[in-house]
């Protein structure tokens, strides 16, 4: 069963998928899980920050040319 996006229901059968990978006798798939987790974080707020740098760019490069 498919759940609409963006709903408890999909974000739970998603998790459960990762949570699936916790296995007792493989601690390690675990410490990746939440390492992997950070790591994305990470990913995704220096890709903003970057963006961010670069619409401060384009706006200095605007108020220049007024």
């Given at each position: 069963m498919?759940?609409?996006?963006g709903?408890?229901a999909?974000?739970?059968?998603?998790f459960?998928?990762l949570?699936?990978?916790c296995?007792?006798?493989s601690?390690?798939f675990?410490?990746n899980?939440v390492?992997g987790?950070k790591?994305?974080?990470d990913e995704w707020?220096?890709?903003h920050?970057?963006?961010?740098l670069?619409l401060?760019?384009v706006?200095?490069?605007?108020?220049?040319?007024?």
């Open positions: 498919t759940h609409e996006y709903t408890v999909f974000y739970a059968e998603q459960a998928d949570i699936a990978d296995q007792h006798d601690p390690e675990s410490d899980l390492a987790f790591k994305a974080i707020r220096q890709y920050v970057k963006q961010i670069e401060d760019r706006e200095f490069k605007l108020d220049e040319q007024s």
